[in-house]
């Protein structure tokens, strides 16, 4: 062993451990000459040392190598390990030194000798370590190259437990290009033998991960062909025995990588692969919307490379739907639709406006049959294109889409466009057929079926003609019995199958379906639903069942939970909000049951629990936008439902009204003008509004709680009627006709004494205050990774290995460097490095980059959310007409009208309610504006005409709702029927009276077109 007193030589030896550690061999020869000058004695070190440098310069500037170029070097380094007076341990370093030469010329078996032979301390710091690495990795790939693959396994899994406890040298290329070459061997060997007994998945999982963390921390373009083979064979070793508390982060890592290394990628191809492995694993890294919506920007970036690429407008148009952005999505699957050549989009723009017009779609309006688009071969061979030759889009990938076309247009209430996936899928399936197609699965034709049996029945109950209508049920019916062969198991086809039956009033059928629905699916909620509606039609005695009815609602309501499952549904906009829908309208359901049992005084008590559903749906979609004193009850739920979610509607909604402002007048009600206090609209809604006293008033029941959100409003003081800042209610000329008598002189509000502030300011800085709580709310809440992943953190830093132990003193004569030495630091290049630090922040490829956006599904619902809360109050109004409550009734229609001016259910209520056959008219006339097919409308404007003797005008408003919309209205069946015997019309009145008793007998508590078509 060599002693080296003087400082100076100390640190010369330093800087040459590092700068071989390193790789800066040009630094070395002038490195040694000083050593030599101070150290006469370090002449063996100094032969060897000047081999080394010789060989890697050799092996840099000459390739490929030659046997006689080696020659000099090989003499050289034989010679120094047969002299005697070499210490061992410059024999052992010549050995390692030799074994490279010996390899790089092609001498597996004098090279695997030498590194047999050797036998240099693991437990080292500096370049005796990455001798000791290189040994290895010579012993693994010269048994490899020999034959011998047991042999060679062990060594590869010992160089990898090696490499996996050890810290590595991230700036020695050489010394890196080595590793990767064994490693990487290694890693091919396993993958190639998957089939040998000697393997097995924690020996590929560990040679995997070994490369990985080798290679992590270089640039992306290094060795680039070979890390993103093995980085794509480790994805799916991971996903093949996932776990998701281990093995998520460890997924989302090496997607990150795969990206960018995919992305330095000359082929196309090598983009579309990894989108395509990543949307097969999405399911499990996604936990929350932002991973959905980072998708979406992850597809869009590889869009950049391949536009012409039916797969990733595949992923797309799927991640636009489950984000609710239908327009976008419903351009991207035009698009994708044209490039598979499924629609020819041209003639299907023109094809738009053309034909009869049979339909009404949700607003009311005139529109035209579906057409079938012709993909016939011929189409298809004219728009062929190269970029679908080139990328093949496989027919069960594109059933999948058209189902999820199907979806889309459901939840966009587009009932044609949705008819026309359905045929297109139709159209699909007769090409499986021909042997020339793949074949489709049980299930994806199942899945097909179901959804064009869904369609076809929607398309039948939004026609006027009577006769498509019967061929639109036929088809609908003969689409789901096929889906129920194809998949008996299949609780959706069930289901949807005893929904087409209730519709058409087969109740038993519908009885039988739901019951084997819930065979397969018992927490399903909306089976749950068709069971309990289709077990309370009038033949089934609702009076007599009710309470078992009630008990099974009840029970349904209890087991019921949200979607919990591992499928993408679960961040579904359309999934959640349907679950929230259900979830109220089955309490809806269990309302109307109580009502019929015990009477209206009872269902009314009961009442704000309907409000505290509503309030915790509106608080899933906007978040938490105010603060309740506790206890939580069902009062406090119901006041913060109206208080806050009409305060905030605005904010998401750009079509929806602001609270503060009166549409009434759009509908033909006076101006804006002064009211009384008690009738003055208020964005708090129930919280302002005392109608009369009464211990069943629900107004009255929400003053009492407290919200912090919402001030006591002081007593209201006299003021003359021109300094009223308060507005006139919507419909109030129809109101001030139903007003009790002691409002007709109440005060006007006042501001309160001592502030100058107005009400309607307090009201905006209330709605502001709202606003800003709501900022916290889902839209805006940003999404952070935890454990590896906690921060979005913009910095990259290098990946080094420590070990896990505490190590040795070094033996080797020239003292090596620590593991603090640079050597073993993230030194940054000019090029950034793959991955950070497990212990540091990474930032994952599924983080948006882009702030959410309001999406299409958010406006729906919000308009889908006002309907609900109408729906709410015009429930109370007529329990509190049953109970001769006119006043309480008058001021629920109002608080209905305060959300949702423009909706045809309350104005068809304020006309049930008012005795003036003239003021009823022009409430139904303004419900008519609003809808001109609301059937409640049009049968009450017929009654006052049939008790006006206007029978004519009568007998054409029942014709037309019998034939539209109403035709399963037994009221106005039975209208039209006494129409037809006051006119002598015997035959058609018996027909009519005697349908009319039909549907009568099998009338649900609640209509069956609430509960979902698709699910």
Not at 583 to 612: K, M, V, W
Request: aromatic residues 8%; glycine residues 4%.
């Amino acid at each position: 062993m060599l002693f080296v007193n003087s400082t100076k030589t100390a640190h010369i030896v330093q800087e040459l451990d590092s700068a071989r550690c390193r790789g800066h061999w040009h630094l070395v020869p002038d490195l040694v000459k000083r050593y030599i000058k101070h150290n006469p004695q370090g002449v063996e070190w100094e032969q060897l040392i000047m081999a080394e440098v010789q060989l890697v310069q050799i092996v840099k500037t000459h390739p490929p190598l030659k046997p006689q170029q080696m020659h000099a070097i090989k003499t050289q380094l034989n010679s120094m390990l047969s002299d005697p007076s070499i210490s061992v341990q410059v024999k052992e370093y010549a050995k390692v030194v030799l074994a490279r030469l010996l390899y790089v010329s092609k001498e597996y078996g004098q090279a695997l000798d030498m590194v047999s032979n050797s036998h240099l301390d693991t437990q080292v710091d500096g370049y005796t370590l990455i001798l000791s690495m290189q040994a290895k990795a010579l012993q693994a790939m010269c048994l490899e190259q020999s034959g011998d693959l047991h042999a060679s396994l062990t060594s590869y899994d010992s160089l990898a437990s090696l490499l996996l406890n050890c810290p590595i040298p991230v700036q020695d290329t050489m010394v890196l290009d080595w590793l990767e070459q064994a490693l990487y061997r290694g890693c091919k060997l396993v993958l190639g033998q998957k089939q040998c007994s000697q393997i097995n998945a924690t020996q590929q999982k560990q040679l995997l991960l070994c490369y990985h963390h080798i290679t992590s921390h270089q640039p992306f373009s290094w060795h680039l062909t070979h890390r993103r083979e093995l980085t794509e064979a480790l994805i799916c070793h991971v996903s093949a025995a996932f776990e998701l508390n281990e093995d998520r982060p460890l997924l989302l890592q090496l997607y990150t990588i795969y990206e960018k290394l995919v992305n330095k990628s000359d082929d196309p191809q090598d983009i579309i692969k990894f989108v395509d492995l990543l949307s097969h694993d999405l399911p499990r890294l996604v936990t929350c919307a932002d991973d959905l919506r980072g998708f979406k920007q992850v597809v869009e970036r590889a869009s950049e490379f391949n536009l012409q690429s039916p797969s990733l407008l595949r992923h797309r148009f799927t991640a636009l739907f489950y984000l609710g952005e239908y327009q976008e999505a419903h351009h991207v699957l035009l698009a994708y639709l044209d490039l598979c050549c499924l629609l020819d989009l041209s003639a299907w723009k023109d094809d738009q406006d053309f034909g009869h017009a049979r339909l009404h779609d949700s607003q009311g309006r005139a529109i035209s049959e579906p057409r079938h688009s012709d993909t016939s071969e011929a189409i298809r061979k004219k728009k062929s294109s190269s970029a679908l030759l080139q990328q093949p889009e496989s027919l069960t990938h594109q059933a999948s889409v058209l189902v999820l076309a199907v979806k889309l247009y459901d939840c966009m209430e587009q009932v044609k466009s949705a008819v026309e996936m359905a045929n297109l899928g139709l159209s699909l399936l007769e090409r499986t057929a021909d042997s020339r197609h793949e074949e489709l699965s049980d299930t994806v034709i199942a899945d097909v079926y179901r959804h064009a049996g869904s369609a076809y029945g929607w398309m039948a109950a939004q026609t006027f003609s009577s006769q498509d209508r019967v061929l639109y049920h036929d088809k609908a019916l003969g689409y789901l019995k096929s889906a129920v062969t194809r998949a008996p198991e299949s609780w959706q086809a069930h289901y949807q199958l005893g929904l087409q039956y209730a519709r058409m009033r087969n109740i038993d059928q519908a009885v039988r379906y739901a019951r084997h629905a819930l065979q397969f699916a018992p927490s399903h909620l909306p089976s749950w639903h068709l069971l309990i509606l289709a077990l309370s039609t009038s033949d089934q005695q609702v009076k007599v069942n009710g309470e078992t009815l009630m008990t099974m609602a009840q029970a349904a309501l209890a087991q019921y939970t949200y979607v919990t499952d591992t499928s993408l549904d679960r961040f579904s906009m359309a999934a959640l909000e349907q679950q929230h829908t259900q979830r109220l309208f089955l309490s809806i359901t269990l309302n109307r049951l109580l009502y019929q049992c015990n009477g209206p005084r009872e269902a009314l008590n009961q009442h704000p629990d309907l409000f505290a559903t509503y309030g915790q749906w509106c608080q899933q979609h906007l978040g938490s936008a105010i603060t309740v004193d506790p206890p939580y009850t069902s009062s406090h739920l119901a006041t913060a439902s109206s208080a806050s979610f009409l305060t905030s509607w605005h904010h998401f909604d750009t079509t929806a009204p602001k609270p503060p402002t009166n549409y009434g007048w759009q509908f033909g009600n006076l101006a804006p003008s002064l009211l009384a206090p008690h009738f003055a609209p208020s964005s708090t809604s129930s919280m302002m509004v005392t109608p009369s006293a009464s211990t069943n008033s629900i107004s009255s029941a929400m003053t009492t709680t407290t919200v912090k959100t919402t001030p006591a409003v002081p007593a209201p003081t006299p003021l003359p009627p021109a300094s009223s800042l308060r507005r006139r209610s919507a419909s109030s000329d129809m109101i001030e006709q139903n007003r009790p008598q002691q409002y007709a002189t109440d005060a006007y509000l006042s501001p309160t004494p001592g502030n100058s502030a107005s009400p309607d300011s307090r009201l905006a800085k209330r709605a502001s205050s709202l606003r800003k709580h709501s900022s916290n709310s889902m839209l805006k809440t940003n999404h952070y990774w935890q454990g590896l992943f906690p921060s979005r953190s913009t910095s990259r830093r290098s990946i080094f290995f420590t070990a896990s132990s505490s190590t040795s003193q070094s033996s080797s004569p020239i003292p090596s460097v620590g593991r603090s030495d640079p050597a073993f630091l993230p030194v940054s290049t000019s090029t950034t490095p793959s991955i950070t630090d497990d212990s540091l922040p990474f930032i994952s490829l599924l983080q948006p980059t882009r702030p959410e956006q309001i999406s299409t599904h958010m406006n729906l619902q919000c308009q889908r959310q006002r309907k609900w809360l109408v729906r709410l109050w015009l429930l109370a109004a007529d329990m509190y007409i049953a109970l001769d409550k006119h006043d309480d009734a008058i001021q629920a229609i109002f608080e209905a009208e305060c959300v949702a001016p423009g909706n045809a259910d309350l104005w068809c209520q304020l006309a049930a309610t008012n005795p003036n056959h003239i003021s009823a008219m022009r409430a139904y006339n303004k419900g008519l504006l609003v809808d001109v097919h609301h059937v409640g409308c049009q049968v009450g404007l017929a009654k006052i005409h049939i008790e006006q003797g206007e029978g004519c005008l009568a007998q054409g408003l029942l014709e037309s709702v019998t034939q539209g919309p109403g035709w399963s209205t037994p009221e106005a069946w039975f209208c039209l029927g006494s129409l037809y015997q006051q006119n002598s019309m015997l035959e058609m009145a018996k027909s009519c009276l005697l349908y009319a008793l039909e549907l009568q007998s099998t009338e649900p508590i609640q209509p069956f077109e609430h509960l979902p078509r698709v699910c």
